[in-house]
């Protein structure tokens, strides 16, 4: 059984900083890319930003500049450090990773997700 467990949200105040954290556990044979969503209310889910196994990054055009992504291989874990923080941030903001686990003699990948996180940013 693999988990993702984010942590590090909360409430800031417009420019803050805040820094997501999501950790991996389980039965994991690779991790490959992993990232962040968010959804705001009323609003569909979003990719915030992604990074593959290679190190190779994407990011959503509303936050480059102000969020980096990433991730600590040795821990199975992923950052999403976001600066210059606006309003229009606030979400709940999910982690997502592309796992591959084991399942008995076999190796099985799919995308797990966290339960999310909420970041609320006050104007």
């Known amino acids: 059984q693999v988990q993702l467990v984010e942590s590090g949200g909360g409430l800031v105040q417009a420019g803050g900083s805040l820094r997501l954290s999501c950790a991996a556990s389980g039965t994991i044979f690779s991790i490959n890319t992993m990232g962040w969503y968010r959804q705001a209310p009323g609003k569909q889910r979003e990719l915030v930003a992604a990074?593959?196994?290679?190190?190779?990054?994407d990011y959503a055009d509303s936050v480059k500049g102000r969020f980096t992504i990433s991730r600590d291989d040795a821990k199975s874990m992923v950052y999403l450090q976001m600066n210059g923080l606006k309003p229009e941030d606030t979400a709940v903001y999910y982690c997502?990773?592309?796992?591959?686990?084991?399942?008995?003699?076999?190796?099985?990948?799919?995308?797990?997700w966290g339960k999310g996180t909420l970041v609320t940013v006050s104007s």
């Open positions: 997502y990773a592309d796992i591959s686990s084991i399942n008995g003699l076999f190796v099985a990948s799919r995308d797990y």
């Open positions: 990074i593959t196994s290679g190190g190779s990054t």
